[in-house]
């Protein structure tokens, strides 16, 4: 099992900025990819941002210029900075990750979720 554990969200007025943390523990063998998704209300999940083990990132195209992803992999911890904040930003944010816990046994896991809040 590998659990997720966020950190960082909170009210902001747009304009501002965020940063949100994501931490893995557990029975880790290795880890892939780590990301963020978000979900707004009566909205579907989507992807905000993905960084691979080797550092190769991914932005949907609405945060582009504005978010930015990163990874410390010897803490097996993912970041995502949040600048020039816009009320359509508001959402859940939620860690994810595709990690192994054995050399043949894949698994995808999920945070509990953090409430990111951008109003005035």
């Known amino acids: 099992q590998v659990q997720l554990v966020e950190a960082g969200g909170g009210l902001v007025q747009p304009g501002g900025s965020l940063r949100l943390s994501c931490a893995a523990s557990?029975?880790?063998?290795?880890?892939?990819?780590m990301g963020w998704y978000r979900q707004a209300p009566g909205k579907e999940r989507e992807l905000v941002a993905s960084?691979?083990?080797?550092?190769?990132?991914n932005y949907a195209d609405s945060v582009k210029g504005r978010f930015t992803i990163s990874r410390d992999n010897a803490e097996n911890s993912v970041y995502l900075q949040m600048n020039s904040l816009k009320p359509e930003d508001t959402a859940v944010y939620y860690c994810?990750?595709?990690?192994?816990?054995?050399?043949?046994?894949?698994?995808?896991?999920w945070g509990q979720g953090t409430q990111v809040t951008v109003s005035s």
């Open positions: 994810n990750a595709e990690s192994k816990i054995q050399p043949t046994i894949s698994i995808n896991s």
């Open positions: 557990g029975s880790i063998f290795s880890i892939n990819a």
């Open positions: 960084i691979t083990n080797r550092g190769s990132t």
